[in-house]
């Protein structure tokens, strides 16, 4: 019985940059482009060394995905726990970059199953923390659970701020100003005009899912 082949270290310098490579192909040129070839070719190395850090294709754009969900969990945990939590989660939620990459990716879920069932438990774990959040949020502020299930906020809260973005991004914008007037005034009565530290609009934020 033949040995499993044997995979580069996960803490390798060249692994890490040809998951920085694959990430750059995929918001650059889109899921069609990333390919062991292109892949190393961005990255400077030598193409067997793709399928020396990661068994298959799917590995890789899982490592992509996982890095990126795992930096997002870690953002949006620290704008849930900043003093004013409704303003940060809207910021991290009208972030176009992460936008952007969901989208890539979103892309390469219809083709690959892995992809997909990574995003839909990543995406699990985004909303449960959110819904988590907004119930003592919720609580805070005296507003009923029955009257404003948290479910139904974070999901219209975050369905939003990416219908929003990606409108934008196909340059159209019809209602754009009125609807982000809309929410920003009602963040605003529960948690007064933004903190500094915490802008009322887009910020870096890495995430490729939001919920």
Do not use: C
């Amino acid at each position: 019985m033949a040995s499993p082949r044997r995979i580069g270290a996960p803490e390798a310098k060249n692994r890490t940059v040809l998951i920085d490579a694959a990430e750059r192909l995929l918001l650059e040129e889109g899921h069609t482009a990333v390919s062991s070839r292109r892949v190393a070719a961005k990255a400077g190395l030598k193409p067997q060394l793709v399928h020396y850090y990661f068994r298959t294709m799917d590995d890789l754009i899982l490592a992509v995905f996982r890095r990126r969900a795992e930096d997002g969990l870690a953002a949006q945990a620290a704008a849930l726990a900043s003093p004013q939590p409704l303003w940060a989660l809207w910021r991290f939620s009208t972030d176009p970059h992460a936008v952007a990459i969901t989208m890539a990716f979103v892309g390469l879920a219809g083709q690959r199953e892995a992809v997909r069932a990574e995003i839909a438990a990543y995406s699990e774990r985004f909303r449960a923390a959110q819904v988590t959040a907004l119930t003592d949020i919720l609580n805070r502020y005296d507003l009923p659970a029955d009257r404003y299930p948290p479910t139904v906020l974070v999901l219209l809260l975050t369905a939003i701020s990416r219908v929003l973005l990606m409108e934008e991004a196909l340059g159209f914008t019809t209602g754009h100003p009125e609807t982000t007037t809309l929410i920003e005034s009602l963040i605003q009565d529960l948690e007064g005009t933004p903190l500094p530290a915490h802008p009322a609009g887009p910020g870096p934020g890495p995430s490729p899912v939001e919920g």
